[in-house]
């Protein structure tokens, strides 16, 4: 709409996660073209797990083999690495490349950009930054970009989860992003 300005980012929701299997962030509609979710002190439940997310379509998050993704990370165990991996036929989207750990001090944070997702011409893209410790392995730093090949449906929501274990602490917040 005309009275959001230019660039500005909107607070559409806050979602504070204690001991969750799934979190659904929700509320993106064709209000603005670009949405971003800020992932802040994530922990997980369980060491050595990834971060995962599915798609909201229809009120349903989307479970069928249709996610492609494909993670550049850069650790630090001592020496800086570079690692990628890639699924051309996931159930979901893996966001990170290598585990995260669930020591007490040990997060992650990020941010997570949803591009256009109420069009219906076009596949879903979504890129994420996301940053993370384990202190068994490295302090991480993760370019995620995925998309969704089962239709041209709108995005209403991304489902979060752990591959295994709940999330069991995070402040998540969902953004509009004006034109």
Known sequence: PAAIATGSMTLISTTNVSDAATV???GMDSTYKNYKIILTNLHPQTDNTTLNCRYIIGGSAQTGSHYNYVNHVI?????PTHALN???????S?????????IATE?????????????????KIIQAHISYLNTSAAAS???????????????????LFMSSGNIQTAIIKLYGIGE
Request: charged share 10%; no cysteine.
């Open 107 to 123: 997060s992650m944070s990020g941010e997570i950009n949803i591009f256009n997702p109420s069009e219906t011409t076009f596949f």
């Open 24 to 26: 659904d962030i929700t």
């Open 75 to 79: 650790q630090h165990a001592g020496t």
């Open 94 to 102: 893996k966001l990170i490349h290598s585990s995260q750990g669930a």
């Open 86 to 92: 890639s699924s051309g036929d996931a159930t979901s």
């Open 141 to 159: 730093h993760n370019l995620n970009t995925t998309y969704y090949t089962n239709n041209q449906s709108a995005v209403t929501g991304l489902q």
